[in-house]
């Protein structure tokens, strides 16, 4: 048995619940930051997903490059969230 389209689209949407649900539990703003990342991660499964699973012919990788550039981002929006959180927290 392999993995289709509707299993990587299945766990990207579970992934990117699971974010977005940690996201809203949690009353800190430096806790719901951290979750930030789960969310983009789902988004990456999905790109990367679509790409392997695409009609085109051509190379497959570009949902992969975009699922690293995802991930580049949240780590950089979640440094960027801790600062203005700590910055906040101090006053």
Known sequence: MTAGLVAALIVACAVLAVGVFG???????SAAVATIPIMFAGGGIAFAGVARFSA???THLLGQEFAVLLAIASVGLVGLGLGIAGREGNR
């Open 23 to 29: 996201a809203v539990w949690r009353r800190d703003v």
């Open 56 to 58: 085109a012919g051509g």
